[in-house]
């Protein structure tokens, strides 16, 4: 309980201290959006949450408005044409993830945790794997973001990315998220934070395999990736 509490406090705390400390960056890129590509600042998007709910998580327009139509539907590939010249580059550094600090605030997510999926992609998870990974908040950042930090790279080394990721990344996703939610304490939210912050200014170092030396084992598959 009091662990909980203490990560619930971090959250909201930390969320609105980022928002106002952000904003010179946030507001100019949201004028940015309004005057470029189709003149969206915001998308919401539907994705599982805690105890397998769907909620709208907000992140900055980046892609064309109707892109899950199109092309390969909710995944991203590298290079994607649907993506905006401005989406480019807050993909690339992750600018456009900063409004779910919202979803935060609101109770929806966490800083850390399993980042939430689209439903299409949840229900491939195991019911095991869906029953651990809902039973917390989703989250801003964690383990499974990290590790897939350049995921969009992968892809673009892979034959198949639709059949790759449903195959290959997304059951590693599910072990590693898993293994969070099974491993989840005050002290591992607050090295997840710290990482995803090492992460942002050194993309190309992966700290998180120095920290965490019992991550689950990469499928062989993966490992010339990561």
């Given amino acids: 309980m009091i662990q909980a509490i203490s990560i619930r406090v971090t959250d909201i705390v930390a969320s609105a201290f980022a928002l ?5 960056v946030l507001v100019p890129i949201m004028v940015l959006l309004k005057f470029t590509g189709e003149g969206e600042v ?3 998007q539907k994705r599982v949450g805690v105890d397998g709910l ?3 998580v907000f992140k900055f327009a980046t892609m064309l408005r109707d ?15 649907r993506v905006l010249p401005v989406g480019r580059f807050l ?6 993830e ?6 935060v605030i609101l109770g929806q997510m966490s800083l850390v945790g399993p980042r939430p999926q689209p439903r299409t992609y949840f229900d491939i998870y195991s019911l095991e794997a869906q029953s651990i990974i809902s039973s917390i908040r989703p989250g801003l950042s964690g383990i499974g973001s990290l590790v897939f930090r350049d995921e969009e790279n992968i892809f673009r080394q892979v034959q198949d990315p639709i059949e ?6 997304n059951p590693h996703k599910a072990d590693l998220e898993m293994w969070y939610v099974k491993n989840r304490s005050y002290v591992n939210y607050l090295k997840l934070i710290s990482l995803t912050i090492f992460a942002v200014v050194l993309p190309e170092m992966h700290f998180y395999k120095y920290i965490f030396k019992r991550l689950p084992k990469i499928p062989k598959e993966l490992k010339a990736y990561l």
């Fill in 67 to 81: 892109s899950a139509a199109m092309d390969s539907g909710e995944l991203t590939i590298y290079e994607d044409r």
């Fill in 42 to 44: 915001f998308y919401r």
């Fill in 20 to 24: 106002i400390i952000l904003s010179p």
């Fill in 98 to 103: 900063l409004p779910q600090l919202i979803n």
């Fill in 54 to 56: 769907d909620f709208g």
């Fill in 164 to 169: 790759f990721d449903k195959a290959v990344i």
């Fill in 91 to 96: 993909r690339k550094t992750k600018i456009n």
